[in-house]
């Protein structure tokens, strides 16, 4: 396989949009081509990440009058869904392809409408990548699934659930902190003086999430320019390797060991690692999947870089903040930044990008400038999983 | 020809669900590894065999977790405070379904309790369930 190379990024204000979801993935898509200094004939094909636009705006096929939408022409063009990890599983794909010779230089991102439909149908969609046969009737919502979750955490680990819920909250007070610095963020400017109280006491939505545990529902896109890295530095100046990738897929929630234990994820983040040749040490940064503030605890823990159980007591401690072991989705995440679902992988890449670069916002920047960032991205409860190790040098062969 | 249209369901979605609203939690018994398979599918969960066979279920098990559903998806408005619940079958395989308990009461001390299946959940289902659809609804022995 040939090195591949991120060489523009783009990424809308993430919220309530008024544009529709092709308005939004162009301007994102446009936005990444001028970063790149490309033009629309340079693109040889697109892979777009969009979970549920059937159910949004009565769009399917998206990808395709997306191509349309820029005037890329009769490009192939392909909508890639594996729920909340749909754009990853766009990059990843695209990277392959890039990757295997077969293009040069394609784009690849996501786009989502669903705070545009509303809390009660939106929670109904995503709702459909629960197993609909099992977990369909039983009225299960993924607040609900990573509840259930997090009440495993604390009987696996004995940390009473009190105690659990103020480390759960500690997730959600940091990623606020850094999504209210974030200018594209839903929450910029606010929410980011929250304390851990403050979390603990917002509603439940499903015992003992609360509402601030609960990243939003949003409107967004993203997207990105790959292009073979051996002709990468015709463009720019400082191309972002991609390193490594994984995969993983996972199944009903009944069919699953340990829920707190991911194996879909396990799995993924070892083969990225793997085809890297680094380990989580090596790492020194993580825009990690927060749906919900025990989700980025098991995400840390399943990926490697904390023990089980552990990443709850290093989260209080800081460890996951500026000048701590790893710091962990300094945009914001999910959490504080907002989470387009269809968009959010190739939006965890573009900050990641933008931390290599230098150029994230004042207060989430990380010094020195990181070597190597990493995202994990999780669709449904736990069914599709994507890693992807980004580097500001290309692979030690 | 009639190798070509072999099918190899041995317990459908659809008999899985009656058997719940009779009052049976039916799975599938694995002739290679013995292992009980529930909810159906076509390999045995465990090993991935082929030569299974339908059994029934106790329905005795044990709560592995749960939660309270206090902001529905369309369609559950009616249900509110719910109690969608992992249980862990005597016989070996997960189930998710309902637990039949006070919402306001349910905490942490359920965890690992014993429960036994007391009967169907059916939910009505909307324009993109394709139909109705049933799971298992459980209680706390006491």
Same mark, same amino acid.
Request: glycine share 10%; hydrophobic share 40%; with cysteine.
């Given at each position: 396989?040939?090195?591949?190379?991120?060489i523009? $990024?783009?990424?809308?204000?993430?919220g309530?949009?008024?544009?529709?979801?092709?308005?939004?993935?162009?301007?994102?898509?446009?936005?990444?081509?001028?970063?790149?200094?490309?033009?629309?004939?340079?693109? !040889?094909?697109?892979f777009?990440?969009?979970?549920?636009p059937?159910?949004? !705006?009565?769009?399917?096929?998206p990808?395709?009058?997306?191509?349309a939408?820029?005037?890329?022409?009769?490009?192939?063009?392909?909508?890639?869904?594996?729920? +909340?990890?749909?754009?990853?599983?766009?990059?990843?794909?695209?990277?392959?392809?890039?990757?295997?010779?077969?293009?040069?230089?394609?784009?690849?991102?996501?786009v989502?409408? =669903?705070?545009?439909?509303?809390?009660?149908?939106?929670?109904r969609?995503?709702?459909?990548? +629960?197993? =609909?046969?099992?977990e369909g009737? *039983?009225?299960?919502?993924?607040?609900?699934?990573?509840?259930?979750?997090?009440r495993?955490?604390?009987?696996?680990?004995?940390?009473?659930?009190?105690?659990?819920?103020e480390k759960?909250?500690?997730?959600?007070?940091?990623?606020?902190?850094?999504?209210?610095?974030n200018?594209?963020?839903?929450?910029y400017?606010?929410?980011?003086d929250?304390?851990?109280?403050?979390?603990?006491?917002?509603?439940?939505?499903?015992d003992?999430?609360?509402?601030?545990d +609960?990243c939003?529902?949003?409107?967004?896109a993203?997207?990105?320019?790959l292009?073979?890295?051996?002709?990468?530095?015709k463009?720019t100046?400082?191309?972002?390797?991609?390193?490594?990738?994984?995969?993983?897929?996972?199944?009903?929630?009944?069919?699953?060991?340990?829920?707190?234990?991911?194996v879909?994820?396990?799995?993924?983040?070892?083969?990225?690692?793997?085809?890297?040749?680094?380990?989580? !040490?090596?790492?020194?940064?993580l825009? *990690?999947?927060?749906?919900?503030?025990?989700?980025?605890?098991?995400?840390?823990?399943?990926?490697?870089?904390?023990?089980?159980? !552990? =990443?709850?007591?290093?989260?209080?401690?800081?460890?996951?903040?500026i000048?701590?072991?790893?710091?962990?989705?300094?945009?914001g995440?999910? $959490?504080g930044k907002?989470?387009?679902?269809?968009?959010?992988?190739?939006?965890? *890449?573009?900050? *990641?990008?933008?931390?290599?670069?230098g150029?994230?916002?004042?207060?989430?920047? $990380?010094?020195?400038?990181?070597?190597?960032?990493?995202t994990d991205?999780?669709?449904?409860?736990?069914?599709?999983?994507c890693?992807?190790?980004?580097?500001?040098s290309k692979?030690?062969k | 020809? /009639?190798?070509e249209?072999r099918?190899?369901?041995?317990?459908?979605?659809? /008999?899985?669900? /009656?058997?719940?609203k009779?009052?049976?939690?039916l799975?599938?018994?694995?002739?290679?590894c013995?292992?009980?398979?529930?909810?159906?599918?076509?390999?045995c969960?465990?090993?991935? &065999?082929?030569?299974?066979?339908?059994?029934?279920?106790s329905?005795? &098990?044990?709560?592995?977790?749960?939660?309270?559903?206090?902001?529905?998806?369309?369609?559950?408005e009616?249900?509110?405070?719910?109690?969608?619940?992992?249980?862990?079958?005597?016989?070996?395989?997960?189930?998710?379904?309902?637990?039949?308990?006070?919402? /306001?009461?349910?905490?942490?001390?359920?965890?690992?309790k014993?429960?036994?299946?007391? &009967?169907?959940?059916?939910?009505?289902?909307?324009?993109?369930?394709?139909?109705?659809?049933t799971?298992p609804?459980?209680?706390?022995?006491?």
């Open positions: 396989m040939r090195d591949v190379a991120i523009g $990024i783009g990424h809308t204000k993430f309530r949009a008024t544009k529709m979801s092709h308005e939004l993935f162009s301007d994102a898509t446009l936005q990444a081509m001028d970063d790149a200094g490309v033009g629309l004939k340079d693109i !040889e094909a697109l777009q990440g969009a979970a549920l059937g159910f949004e !705006e009565g769009q399917v096929m990808a395709a009058f997306s191509a939408d820029l005037n890329l022409g009769p490009i192939p063009a392909t909508r890639c869904e594996g729920a +909340c990890a749909s754009a990853s599983v766009a990059i990843r794909d695209a990277a392959m392809w890039v990757g295997a010779g077969e293009y040069d230089m394609v784009i690849a991102g996501g989502e409408k =669903a705070l545009s439909m509303g809390t009660s149908y939106a929670s969609t995503f709702a459909m990548a +629960c197993h =609909a046969p099992t009737p *039983v009225g299960l919502t993924f607040p609900g699934v990573f509840a259930m979750a997090a495993l955490y604390s009987r696996n680990y004995d940390i009473p659930l009190d105690t659990l819920r759960m909250a500690s997730v959600s007070v940091k990623n606020h902190r850094h999504g209210a610095l200018p594209l963020a839903q929450f400017k606010k929410l980011g929250l304390k851990v109280e403050d979390v603990i006491n917002s509603k439940f939505v499903a003992p999430i609360t509402l601030l +609960c939003p529902f949003s409107d967004g993203s997207a990105l320019v292009c073979a890295a051996e002709k990468a530095r463009y100046d400082e191309p972002i390797y991609i390193l490594g990738m994984g995969q993983g897929s996972g199944g009903p929630l009944s069919k699953m060991e340990d829920l707190t234990k991911p879909s994820r396990i799995s993924s983040a070892k083969t990225a690692f793997k085809q890297a040749g680094l380990s989580p !040490e090596d790492i020194d940064m825009e *990690v999947h927060d749906c919900f503030t025990i989700a980025e605890l098991i995400a840390l823990e399943s990926m490697g870089f904390f023990n089980w159980g !552990e =990443a709850a007591d290093a989260t209080a401690d800081g460890q996951t903040e000048g701590g072991k790893i710091p962990v989705n300094m945009s995440g999910l $959490i907002g989470h387009p679902i269809g968009a959010t992988g190739a939006s965890q *890449v573009y900050w *990641v990008v933008k931390q290599m670069r150029e994230a916002p004042e207060g989430n920047q $990380i010094d020195p400038v990181p070597e190597y960032g990493m991205t999780l669709g449904g409860d736990f069914g599709t999983l890693h992807i190790i980004l580097g500001r692979r030690k | 020809m /009639e190798k249209l099918e190899y369901t041995v317990l459908t979605h659809a /008999e899985y669900e /009656e058997g719940i009779e009052g049976k939690l799975g599938l018994r694995c002739a290679s013995e292992r009980i398979t529930c909810h159906p599918m076509p390999v969960q465990w090993c991935g &065999g082929r030569s299974l066979e339908r059994t029934e279920l329905g005795e &098990g044990e709560l592995t977790t749960f939660t309270v559903i206090r902001v529905p998806p369309e369609g559950f009616d249900d509110v405070p719910y109690i969608p619940c992992l249980v862990k079958t005597k016989e070996g395989p997960c189930v998710v379904g309902r637990l039949d308990y006070d919402a /306001e009461r349910a905490s942490q001390v359920l965890i690992s014993q429960v036994k299946m007391s &009967g169907a959940y059916t939910h009505k289902g909307d324009k993109f369930s394709g139909g109705t659809h799971c609804v459980f209680v706390v022995v006491e």
